[in-house]
């Protein structure tokens, strides 16, 4: 069964680098899913962010496209978020979560997803 | 920059029936792509509750059903109970915005 866990610092100041790494166990990164991060500002709802592909194929949300930047390490089965030049606008809950595919196709649901580490901008 | 649009939220009764609402437009839901559903408990992660409009993953139980018409989708709580009290998102592909949309989110309250 795979699991996902989040991990990263807690506190980022104003205009700086958010950076998140997301441990993948119980499987290998390099299986055929997409593998994505997803944020949640407090009493807000979930707002799609990236994903990659173990080859390194990376899809961005348009709208963050330009600060986002998604990498996968295989051989420490985890893959990371980096989101440059924070605001406050980027306090949220962030999550990351698998894109399921299976024999061959990709479906357009996330069918695990990580406990989700929170993540304040703030001087 | 939620363009699926659920109602903010439902109540009910221990056993009664909910629905919640979930519209789109020719874009996404309307477009044909499938919608699918998550259950997000106070303080947890979302869950995938419904796939592809209305399949049941593993383990949820059939008190859950969801369902797809034109530019909306629903999903359907009968037999409510306490621990259904939740905030529920849908969630769909958009193909003009080239990426995955949610909800705007609906909280369950079991009075």
């Known amino acids: 069964q795979v699991q996902l866990q989040e991990s990263g610092p807690g506190l980022v100041k104003p205009s700086g680098t958010l950076s998140l790494t997301c441990a993948v166990s119980?499987?290998?990164?390099?299986?055929?899913?997409?593998w994505s991060w997803i944020r949640q500002p407090p009493g807000k709802g979930l707002e799609w962010i990236g994903e990659?592909?173990?080859?390194?194929?990376?899809n961005y949300n348009p709208s963050l496209k330009s600060r986002v930047t998604i990498s996968v390490d295989k051989s420490k089965n985890q893959f990371s978020l980096k989101l440059s030049s924070v605001t406050a606008a980027d306090t949220a809950v962030y999550y990351c979560?698998?894109?399921?595919?299976?024999?061959?196709?990709?479906?357009?649901?996330?069918?695990?997803w990580g406990k989700g580490t929170t993540v304040t901008v703030s001087s | 920059q939620s363009v699926l649009t659920q109602p903010p939220s439902v109540s009910g009764a221990p056993g009664q029936r909910v629905t919640i609402s979930c519209t789109g437009s020719?874009?996404?839901?309307?477009?044909?792509?499938?919608v699918h559903w998550y259950q997000q408990l106070p303080g947890t992660a979302p869950k995938l509750l419904i796939y592809?409009?209305?399949n049941r993953p593993s383990g949820v139980p059939d008190r859950f059903s969801g369902s797809k018409s034109g530019t909306s989708a629903s999903l359907a709580i009968t037999g409510l109970q306490a621990e259904d009290e939740a905030d529920y998102y849908c969630?769909?592909?958009?193909?003009?915005?080239?990426?995955?949309?949610f909800g705007t989110g609906t909280k369950v309250t079991v009075l």
């Open positions: 990659i592909y173990h080859s390194g194929s990376t």
């Open positions: 119980g499987g290998s990164i390099s299986s055929s899913n997409w």
């Open positions: 592809g409009n209305s």
């Open positions: 969630q769909s592909y958009d193909s003009s915005l080239s990426f995955y949309v």
């Open positions: 020719s874009s996404n839901i309307g477009a044909g792509y499938d």
């Open positions: 979560a698998r894109r399921y595919c299976s024999g061959g196709s990709c479906y357009y649901y996330m069918d695990v």
